[in-house]
């Protein structure tokens, strides 16, 4: 029997036919063009184990005005945190809602929670991936090019769940991806098996990584769940988005950062608050994004 819904778990394994309906739809959403409604009420459960801002509250919203509703899980206040397992809540959550955003950090059970689940399972970020967050970075990048065609993304800083998340937009996208980040700290390759990363390139040397970078990409150095030390922000201070890097990109480049960002040491303040940064903007965009996954997900669009 077809399953009436669609996982949203990474994007290497949805087709690019999928993802351009998902990026078309998210921009008919912010221009107002489409203002899609659940003719019958849905609800979303957002199960988060790790803290965020932007992702919850603009499922949340989203979810509202496409006359949804939502309910929140947190470990603090549910039974998960006195120990019952994620398999067994989410088995009794999927005949309360329709849908679900989950993050957490094992990409495992993310996965084993999407083989057990009858309802759509939205992954809302793991330790190694981000995918949610890429749509929308890609939907602001088509608001600036016509084309993410031949353009030169350089992801400099740590190789983590973004930047994975990057590379496996990588397939279905003809952007050239240079990523630089020091030793030991490159995207690790077990999570990008079975990728044909040709428009893919590693370097050493973030100043030859940003040469004629079109957009710059960083993150913070320190995820959620990570402990920093002095020895680590020693080791990333090279890797730094500042002015006098930018200026030896050779053209005007833009910059992005899925926030929320350290000032100081990721990037600089001119940066973030240049007129090249798109941050805010890639920020907003994620209820647009967001919005379109969720009507993808339960086969409305
Ligand atoms: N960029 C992002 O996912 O932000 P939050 O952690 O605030 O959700
Ligand atoms: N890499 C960051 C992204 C936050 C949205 C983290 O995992 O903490």
Redesign the pocket.
């Known amino acids: 029997m077809k399953k009436l819904f669609r996982h949203f778990l990474n994007l290497h394994e949805i087709s690019k036919e999928d993802i351009n309906i998902i990026l078309k739809y998210s921009h008919k959403l912010k221009k107002k063009s489409k203002t899609k409604q659940f003719k019958e009420k849905k609800i979303l459960a957002i199960i988060f184990e790790?803290p965020?801002t932007?992702?919850k509250i603009s499922f949340d919203v989203g979810m509202k005005l496409l006359n949804g509703d939502v309910v929140t899980l947190d470990h603090s206040d549910s039974q998960l945190g006195r120990g019952e397992s994620l398999e067994d809540t989410m088995r009794v959550l999927a005949s309360y809602v329709d849908i679900i955003v989950y993050r957490g950090s094992d990409e495992s059970k993310l996965y084993k929670l999407s083989e057990i689940s009858t309802v759509p399972i939205i992954n809302g970020?793991t330790?190694i991936s981000?995918p949610c967050?890429i749509i929308a970075d890609i939907m602001t990048l088509q608001e600036k090019f016509r084309s993410l065609n031949n353009l030169n993304l350089t992801w400099i800083g740590?190789g983590?769940?973004?930047c994975n998340s990057w590379i496996h937009a990588s397939k279905h996208f003809d952007f050239n991806l240079k990523i630089s980040c020091p030793p030991g700290n490159f995207p690790a390759k077990k999570n990008l098996k079975s990728l044909n990363l040709q428009n893919v390139e590693l370097f050493k040397n973030p100043i030859e990584a940003a040469l004629n970078a079109d957009v710059i990409i960083t993150?913070?150095w320190?995820?959620?769940?990570m402990k920093s030390n002095p020895k680590r922000q020693k080791m990333f201070e090279k890797f730094q988005i500042n002015k006098e890097l930018l200026k030896k990109t050779g053209r005007d480049t833009y910059f992005l950062h899925?926030?929320?960002a350290h000032r100081g040491r990721e990037v600089t303040d001119e940066v973030i608050d240049g007129n090249r940064s798109l941050v805010w903007e890639e920020a907003e965009n994620r209820l647009y994004a967001h919005q379109s996954i969720l009507l993808w997900c339960l086969k409305q669009i």
């Open positions: 790790k965020s932007r992702t970020l330790d981000h967050q740590d983590n769940n973004v993150d913070t320190v995820s959620m769940g899925c926030l929320p």
